[in-house]
């Protein structure tokens, strides 16, 4: 029998989702290169203004016309939540693991179903709820902060969670009428502007090492927050969210590969926990859940 136009939809979905889970889970590594040597403000404005090159081919080709928008506040509203989130989001990859880094970090998955059923109406199903539980537990099996859960780390890395979720959750609004090119764009665009002020009084000549690290921390992030846009486009944020776990995952390897950061038991059943939040999220089970 023919798979349903929709659950190819999902399947193309959970596929792009993995790519960017993948690609970000890089640019971590190129963020804890730089944050050695550079500020936390410089490396937000080199990542968002290095996005910006990404989009020249399509500007010579299609013209200016292509980036105009109707809805510019809420690209505006993704941007500026999306640049508090980064900035937390740095600073935690400068001062922890990076597979902690990015726990709490993409722990934003438990947000997304409640987010998206208040503002989108989207429906949530029992197994995208019992992905969420099973998601969280495996956060906190995995990170557990040495000096607990309520300390100014996890204050910040959570606060960074939850404005990502919402960030997620505005990207899945803004493709009903826009490409997944231009809410890219938009995103890096203003938070060149914004994150700038900041960055102009920490300016200094940089190493072609230093540049070479945020260069490709930008390339990364931004070819990342395509392929993620592409996936939302496909289908609803709550149904897809829990695959952001995976960059965890990633992170635990590069983390390993690079810095010689072991993954304890605890870690090791935090990541079996991710993967089964990951497979509730499998067509086949959404199917049934529906």
């Given at each position: 029998?023919p798979?349903p136009k929709s659950n190819i939809n999902?399947i193309?979905?959970?596929s792009?989702?993995?790519c960017s889970a993948?690609l970000f889970s890089l640019?971590g590594?190129?963020i804890?290169y730089?944050?050695q040597?550079?500020?936390n403000p410089t490396?937000?404005?080199f990542?968002?203004?290095?996005?910006l090159?990404?989009?020249?081919?399509l500007?010579?080709?299609?013209g200016i016309d292509f980036?105009?928008t109707?809805?510019?506040?809420?690209?505006?509203w993704?941007?500026?939540?999306?640049?508090?989130a980064?900035?937390?989001?740095?600073?935690?990859i400068a001062?922890l693991?990076?597979?902690?880094?990015?726990v709490?970090?993409y722990s934003s998955p438990?947000?997304i179903?409640?987010?998206?059923?208040l503002?989108?109406?989207?429906?949530?199903?029992?197994s995208m709820l019992?992905?969420?539980?099973i998601?969280?537990?495996?956060v906190?099996?995995v990170?557990?902060?040495?000096?607990?859960m309520?300390?100014q780390m996890?204050?910040?890395?959570l606060?960074?969670s939850?404005?990502?979720?919402?960030?997620?959750?505005t990207?899945?609004a803004?493709?009903?009428?826009?490409?997944?090119e231009?809410?890219?764009f938009y995103f890096?665009?203003?938070?060149?502007?914004?994150s700038?002020i900041?960055?102009?009084?920490?300016?200094r000549?940089?190493s072609?090492?230093e540049l070479g690290f945020?260069?490709g921390a930008?390339?990364?992030?931004?070819?990342?927050?395509?392929?993620?846009?592409?996936?939302?486009?496909l289908?609803?944020?709550?149904?897809?969210g829990?695959?952001?776990?995976?960059a965890?995952?990633?992170a635990g390897?590069?983390?390993?590969?690079?810095?010689?950061?072991?993954?304890?038991?605890?870690?090791?059943?935090?990541f079996?926990?991710i993967?089964?939040?990951?497979i509730l999220?499998?067509?086949l089970i959404?199917k049934?859940?529906?």
């Amino acid at each position: 029998m023919p798979i349903p136009k929709s659950n190819i939809n999902l399947i193309k979905a959970l596929s792009f989702l993995t790519c960017s889970a993948f690609l970000f889970s890089l640019m971590g590594v190129c963020i804890r290169y730089a944050s050695q040597t550079v500020d936390n403000p410089t490396i937000v404005f080199f990542r968002n203004f290095v996005g910006l090159f990404i989009f020249l081919p399509l500007i010579f080709t299609k013209g200016i016309d292509f980036f105009k928008t109707e809805k510019i506040w809420m690209h505006s509203w993704r941007a500026v939540i999306g640049l508090i989130a980064m900035y937390g989001f740095f600073y935690a990859i400068a001062h922890l693991k990076l597979s902690n880094a990015m726990v709490f970090t993409y722990s934003s998955p438990i947000f997304i179903p409640l987010i998206a059923w208040l503002f989108l109406k989207e429906k949530i199903t029992r197994s995208m709820l019992i992905a969420a539980a099973i998601g969280l537990a495996g956060v906190i099996l995995v990170a557990k902060p040495d000096a607990g859960m309520f300390n100014q780390m996890s204050v910040i890395g959570l606060g960074a969670s939850f404005l990502a979720a919402m960030a997620f959750v505005t990207v899945r609004a803004l493709t009903r009428t826009e490409s997944p090119e231009k809410i890219v764009f938009y995103f890096c665009f203003i938070g060149t502007l914004i994150s700038m002020i900041p960055m102009f009084w920490l300016w200094r000549p940089y190493s072609w090492t230093e540049l070479g690290f945020l260069i490709g921390a930008g390339l990364l992030a931004n070819i990342s927050q395509i392929f993620m846009s592409n996936a939302y486009k496909l289908a609803p944020a709550g149904q897809i969210g829990p695959v952001n776990y995976i960059a965890i995952i990633f992170a635990g390897i590069w983390g390993f590969i690079f810095w010689q950061e072991t993954p304890d038991h605890y870690s090791l059943m935090g990541f079996g926990l991710i993967l089964s939040a990951i497979i509730l999220c499998s067509p086949l089970i959404q199917k049934r859940s529906a």
